[in-house]
């Protein structure tokens, strides 16, 4: 298997532009996270999805941020308007439900919005 | 809800054995992660450990749980330039969903 994918690797954006961050998990898995890390705030919890559905978008920093999950094999995360307090490596992360619960991360996505 | 604290900083000499602890707020968490991050990569699972285990070992690497003080080690011996990297614990509360609850993270630098 490829891993979790995740596209694309950089961004830079300006400010009040729309980004759009994507994420293919692996195939099987049901549970797909996205993560934002920053050097202040470590690594946030955005939102996560079961089957498809979002469980929990209590991490989401506002309104700004939404994401979306069509089908078992994409992800969506995208920002609009973006601002330069959205810098940050945004990770998407997928595991199979049951044993042991681990949580395999994609590369991430480097972004920056000047 | 659940807190999960690291130190942030742990330097060693190559060779030394690295200690990295941890410590939680949740009893109920049933498994207890460690996760290696390098440099421009994601989060990679090292090591995990079930709530009724004190302690489990896979090659170089040794993690002990007291769970009577909520705290988690991670011992790495023999360590290499090649562990430099920041180490994430993470706990996976009973409640709360399916969320896991990573640290900070320490980072590791070994001295050559």
């Known amino acids: 298997d490829a891993g979790v994918i995740q596209s694309p690797r950089h961004e830079v954006t300006e400010m009040g532009q729309e980004v759009t961050l994507r994420c293919k998990p692996i195939?099987?898995?049901?549970?797909l996270f996205w993560y934002r890390q920053t050097m202040m705030r470590g690594l946030e919890l955005l939102i996560y999805?079961?089957?498809?559905?979002?469980?929990?978008d209590s991490g989401m920093p506002e309104d700004r941020f939404s994401a979306k999950m069509p089908n078992a094999s994409f992800s969506t995360l995208k920002i609009q308007p973006s601002e330069p307090r959205d810098s940050a490596v945004y990770f998407c992360?997928?595991?199979?439900?049951?044993?042991?619960?681990?949580?395999?991360f994609g590369p991430g996505t480097r972004l920056t919005v000047t | 809800g659940e807190d999960v604290e690291q130190s942030l900083f742990l330097s060693v000499r190559e060779g030394d054995s690295s200690v990295i602890n941890c410590t939680y707020t949740?009893?109920?968490?049933?498994?207890l992660y460690w996760y290696k991050q390098e440099p421009g990569a994601g989060l990679q699972l090292l090591t995990y450990?079930?709530?009724?285990?004190d302690m489990k070992q896979d090659q170089r690497l040794t993690v002990l749980l007291n769970k009577k003080d909520k705290h988690l080690s991670l011992r790495i011996a023999d360590t290499q330039t090649g562990d430099s990297a920041i180490y994430f614990c993470?706990?996976?509360?009973?409640?709360?969903?399916?969320?896991?609850?990573f640290g900070a993270g320490t980072r590791l630098f070994v001295k050559a």
């Open positions: 992360a997928s595991n199979p439900t049951g044993f042991s619960y681990e949580q395999y």
């Open positions: 195939s099987g898995h049901d549970y």
């Open positions: 999805f079961n089957n498809n559905v979002p469980i929990d």
């Open positions: 949740d009893s109920s968490s049933t498994y």
């Open positions: 450990i079930f709530s009724n285990m």
């Open positions: 993470a706990v996976r509360p009973n409640t709360g969903g399916f969320k896991t609850i």
